[in-house]
Structure formats: C-alpha cells, structure tokens
C-alpha cells in the first residue's frame, strides 16, 4: 500500500517528511469512499468526501 516515491527522496539527505510512510487513500477504501483504520482497538472511519477531501472519524 505504500506509494512509489522518485529515487531522490530516498537519499540520506532527503528531509524527515520524505521518509514518512505514504499511503494511497485510494488504495484504503480499495476505490470505494470509505475505510476502517484501528489503532490501539479503536475503530476510525476514513472518508472521501465527493469534493476529494479526507475525513478522519472516530
């Protein structure tokens, strides 16, 4: 589920944000509007909203 990042945000010096997991929120909801995300045994609704905005709820 991780996203392809371009060879040069792999180097050493690439800054703290580059080397973040990323993850498709098309991948999530498995091209649907929605998904399930559980942290610590509570459940979080992840939305995509029809003007393609993220909504995150618990």
């Known amino acids: 589920m991780t ?4 060879a ?4 050493p010096g690439a800054s703290v944000l580059a ?3 990323q993850h498709d929120a098309n991948e ?3 091209g649907g ?3 399930l995300i559980v942290l610590d045994e ?3 609704q992840l939305r995509i ?3 393609g905005k993220l909504i995150l709820t618990k």
């Open 28 to 30: 999530l909801t498995r």
């Open 19 to 21: 080397r973040m997991p």
């Open 8 to 11: 040069d945000f792999a180097r």
């Open 42 to 44: 509570q459940v979080y």
């Open 33 to 35: 509007n929605q998904a």
């Open 49 to 51: 909203t029809r003007a």
């Open 3 to 6: 996203a392809t990042r371009p």
